[in-house]
């Protein structure tokens, strides 16, 4: 189901979902009042979820489910990030949403609901089987595998891609870099840093030790990221 008061941002959803035959959308609505009349007449496993709409918001709703199905919220506002993973979503969508973080979030969305010792449903969209993006730095479209990433540092409008042997400079911010990476691999721990999970060496108070450098984490981060990292 599609919970947002925008028809645009609900057309892009359902345009990202039209060719994924795993998912079936039971229902759209623009408030939430809709949401729960039709969540009272069709069995729904997935919310996408906006915050800021008429009536009630997203995350006060979410609040008011007894027996909730996954949610991942799709929102313009980065502030309500923490309170949204505290309220335990499958995941958090900036708008605008592009193809690879959506279907980033459907794998955090298949990974939850495989059973024990299954594996999660392979995705039907064949980009998302390849280990690597190409980064376009000097002139040059450099292949780039994501284990050999450690970090990627925002430099206004650009970012710093550190991995194990070099670093690229790439025209990009930070919050759409961030989107082309796999959300299992990879993590926003601070306006200007986001890291490889696999590469932490160590977690001192509100600092990650990572490639023999140690990365703050933003106050807006602190609880989100130790628990995703300390469970």
Do not use: C
């Not at 979503?89 to 690879?100: A, R, S």
């Not at 039907?124 to 050999?148: H, Q």
């Amino acid at each position: 189901m599609i919970v947002d008061d925008e028809p645009l941002a609900r057309n892009v959803l359902k345009k990202y979902l039209t060719n994924l035959d795993a998912f079936e959308l039971v229902g759209e609505a623009s408030n939430v009042i809709e949401a729960f009349s039709m969540m009272e007449q069709v069995k729904v496993d997935l919310i996408f979820l906006d915050i800021n709409m008429p009536q009630l918001s997203g995350l006060d709703f979410i609040k008011t489910l007894e027996n909730k199905p996954a949610i991942i919220i799709t929102t313009a506002y980065r502030e309500y990030a923490v309170e949204g993973f505290e309220l335990d979503v499958t995941d958090y969508l900036v708008k605008p949403i592009t193809l690879p973080r959506f279907m980033n979030a459907l794998n955090k969305f298949r990974r939850a609901i495989a059973a024990p010792g299954q594996e999660a449903i392979t995705p039907s969209t064949p980009a998302l089987e390849e280990n690597f993006l190409f980064i376009k730095a000097d002139k040059r479209m450099v292949k780039t595998y994501f284990d050999e990433i450690l970090y990627v540092e925002s430099l206004k409008d650009y970012v710093r891609v550190v991995t194990e042997t070099e670093q690229l400079i790439t025209h990009s911010n930070l919050s759409n870099f961030t989107d082309l990476l796999p959300g299992h691999l990879f993590m926003r721990i601070h306006k200007s840093y986001t890291i490889s999970r696999a590469k932490i060496k160590a977690l001192e108070g509100n600092s990650i030790e990572i490639g023999g450098r140690k990365l703050p984490i933003g106050r807006n981060f602190q609880q989100s990221v130790k628990k995703e990292i300390l469970g």
